[in-house]
């Protein structure tokens, strides 16, 4: 069973910062690439940032500059560093795994964390 935990949303000024973790648990996820997607009300779910196992990033264009995705494989622990917040960044924060179950891709999800960017 993979369980992601997520942390560290809240409320913030526009211009702030705030970090996001993501604590992933269960088989397969060392190995596992891990992303952040985001779901502002009225609106469809988005990649914000993604990381492979080796340490590969890619991010939405809407966030490259200002956000950092990281990752500690000794903790099994995903980080989305948020710089520079913008009130659009507002929307409920959500941790994925992506794990090779034999020939498939499984996707696993965390329960979710807001964050609010308003003044």
């Known amino acids: 069973q993979v369980q992601l935990v997520e942390s560290g949303g809240g409320l913030v000024q526009p211009g702030g910062s705030l970090r996001l973790s993501c604590a992933a648990s269960?088989?397969?996820?060392?190995?596992?690439?891990m992303g952040w997607y985001r779901q502002a009300p009225g609106k469809q779910r988005e990649l914000v940032a993604i990381?492979?196992?080796?340490?590969?990033?890619n991010y939405a264009d809407s966030v490259k500059g200002r956000f950092t995705i990281s990752r500690d494989n000794a903790k099994n622990t995903v980080y989305l560093q948020m710089n520079s917040l913008k009130p659009e960044d507002t929307a409920v924060y959500y941790c994925?795994?992506?794990?090779?179950?034999?020939?498939?891709?499984?996707?696993?999800w965390g329960q979710g964390t807001q964050v609010a960017v308003s003044s």
């Open positions: 994925n795994a992506v794990i090779r179950r034999a020939v498939l891709l499984i996707d696993y």
């Open positions: 269960g088989s397969g996820v060392s190995s596992a690439a």
């Open positions: 990381i492979t196992s080796g340490g590969s990033a």
